[in-house]
T-cell receptor, first 113, second 113 residues
């Protein structure tokens, strides 16, 4: 069974540009979660998608957005990039209810210069 | 709002010794789940162990066990017979239906030969 896959693994952008990060969940999982992990810090919840809908978002500005496609894969878009957006972005997937498991991808390391 | 507290930013442990990583949590939910994840330097989050709030027995997975004390709101991870490959960041996390997972700030565990 393929795990959660994220692309690209590394991304370098300049300040003010837009970044698009992608995530493919484990087959059968309908929920996708996005987290930001800045250097030396814990994971901060960004967004939760389930069945194509945004279910919840963390305390991040609106320039962080995303969507979930009919095949349950997901995109995270970050507009007007700032230097502080440099971080590891992790995606996790799970079943919507009744399951304890969250499986993480290996992350996309975004560097803003 | 939920909160996870990990009070040990870093720990040094001799190989083959047992190690306990502390985690306390705060929630008003009656039903919740607690997780421990390992994050090696490569960045991926590796699921270790899960404890449901209604589980009467402490969870165990191989060398990992979770010391769940509900009244104290603590969920400490115990690693028996530590190995050099256990060196990593360890995160305690809690699930609720609204936010996915809330993470602590992590403990950096270093196993010394």
């Amino acid at each position: 069974e393929a795990g959660v896959t994220q692309s690209p693994t590394h991304l370098i952008k300049t300040r003010g540009q837009q970044a698009t990060l992608r995530c493919s969940p484990i087959s059968g999982h309908t929920s996708v979660y996005w987290y930001q992990q800045a250097l030396g810090l814990g994971l901060q919840f960004l967004l939760w998608y389930d069945e194509g809908e945004e279910r919840n978002r963390g305390n991040f500005p609106p320039r962080f957005s995303g969507r979930q496609f009919p095949n349950y894969s997901s995109e995270l878009n970050v507009n007007a990039l700032e230097l502080e957006d440099s971080a590891l972005y992790l995606c996790a997937s799970s079943f919507r209810t009744g399951d304890a498991g969250y499986t993480f991808g290996s992350g996309t390391r975004l560097t803003v210069v | 709002a939920q909160k996870i507290t990990q009070t040990q930013p870093g720990m040094f442990v001799q190989e083959k010794e047992a190690v306990t990583l502390d985690c306390t949590y705060d929630t008003s939910d009656q039903s919740y789940g607690l997780f421990w994840y390992k994050q090696p330097s490569s960045g991926e989050m590796i699921f270790l162990i899960y404890q449901g709030s209604y589980d009467e027995q402490n969870a165990t997975e191989g060398r990992y066990s979770l010391n769940f004390q509900k009244a104290r709101k603590s969920a400490n991870l115990v690693i028996s017979a530590s190995q050099l490959g256990d060196s990593a960041m360890y995160f305690c996390a809690m699930r609720d239906d609204a936010d996915g997972l809330t993470f602590g700030k992590g403990t950096h565990l270093i196993i010394q030969p």
